[in-house]
C-alpha cells in the first residue's frame, strides 16, 4: 500500500506487455505514521533548510557569515529557516554578551543526527547528476521541448521566497 496527499492507495500489479504497476484508489486515511512524515519533511525537505544543516555540519556559524555562505538567501528567509530549525530542536542560538552582541547558531545533537542523511542526500545528488541531466535530456528530446539550462532557484527573485 502506497499514501499519497492524504489517500491510501492499493498497488495492483498489472499483467502487461511491458508489465508495471499503478495505484488504484482505495480509501481516505491519514495515519499518525503519515503525519508525522509530513510534519518532519515540512522542516527539513526545503532547500534552505538543507543548506543551512549542511554549512552548520562545519561547526558553529555566526549569522552573518552564514549569509554569506548560503548563497542566495535573504536575511528574512535565513532568519525563518534558523528560527524553525532552533524551535524544532535542531539549531541552538548563543547571544554572547559582548557589545554588539554576538549570535552563533550550532547544529544539537539532532541537528547532527539530521545532518547526516542530509549529507547522504548532497552525495547522492553529486553521484547522479550526469544521470539526471541525461534523462531530461531525453524527455524533453521525445517531446521535442527546447532544453533549458538548469538554473539554480537562488537565481530567480527573492520575492519568490
Given at each position: 500500500?502506497?499514501?499519497?496527499?492524504?489517500?491510501?492507495?492499493?498497488?495492483?500489479?498489472?499483467?502487461?506487455?511491458?508489465?508495471?504497476?499503478?495505484?488504484?484508489?482505495?480509501?481516505?486515511?491519514?495515519?499518525?505514521?503519515?503525519?508525522?512524515?509530513?510534519?518532519?519533511?515540512?522542516?527539513?525537505?526545503?532547500?534552505?533548510?538543507?543548506?543551512?544543516?549542511?554549512?552548520?555540519?562545519?561547526?558553529?556559524?555566526?549569522?552573518?557569515?552564514?549569509?554569506?555562505?548560503?548563497?542566495?538567501?535573504?536575511?528574512?528567509?535565513?532568519t525563518t529557516t534558523l528560527r524553525g530549525l532552533e524551535r524544532d530542536g535542531f539549531v541552538t542560538r548563543t547571544?554572547?554578551?559582548?557589545?554588539?552582541?554576538?549570535?552563533?547558531?550550532?547544529?544539537?545533537?539532532?541537528?547532527?543526527?539530521l545532518l547526516v542523511p542530509v549529507r547522504a542526500l548532497g552525495a547522492w545528488a553529486v553521484a547522479n547528476h550526469?544521470?539526471?541531466?541525461?534523462?531530461?535530456?531525453?524527455?524533453?528530446?521525445?517531446?521535442?521541448?527546447?532544453?533549458?539550462?538548469?538554473?539554480?532557484?537562488?537565481?530567480?527573485?527573492?520575492?519568490?521566497?
Amino acid at each position: 500500500m502506497v499514501t499519497k496527499r492524504n489517500q491510501r492507495y492499493i498497488v495492483v500489479h498489472v499483467s502487461m506487455a511491458q508489465g508495471g504497476t499503478f495505484l488504484k484508489p482505495d480509501h481516505f486515511e491519514v495515519t499518525p505514521q503519515c503525519t508525522a512524515v509530513n510534519e518532519i519533511l515540512s522542516r527539513v525537505g526545503d532547500k534552505w533548510t538543507v543548506l543551512v544543516v549542511n554549512y552548520l555540519g562545519n561547526g558553529p556559524m555566526r549569522f552573518n557569515e552564514m549569509r554569506r555562505t548560503v548563497s542566495g538567501i535573504s536575511q528574512k528567509m535565513l532568519t525563518t529557516t534558523l528560527r524553525g530549525l532552533e524551535r524544532d530542536g535542531f539549531v541552538t542560538r548563543t547571544v554572547f554578551p559582548t557589545i554588539p552582541p554576538r549570535v552563533e547558531y550550532e547544529l544539537t545533537d539532532l541537528g547532527r543526527e539530521l545532518l547526516v542523511p542530509v549529507r547522504a542526500l548532497g552525495a547522492w545528488a553529486v553521484a547522479n547528476h550526469d544521470r539526471v541531466l541525461a534523462a531530461r535530456s531525453r524527455f524533453d528530446a521525445a517531446r521535442g521541448v527546447a532544453q533549458e539550462p538548469f538554473r539554480p532557484a537562488w537565481h530567480m527573485s527573492e520575492a519568490a521566497e
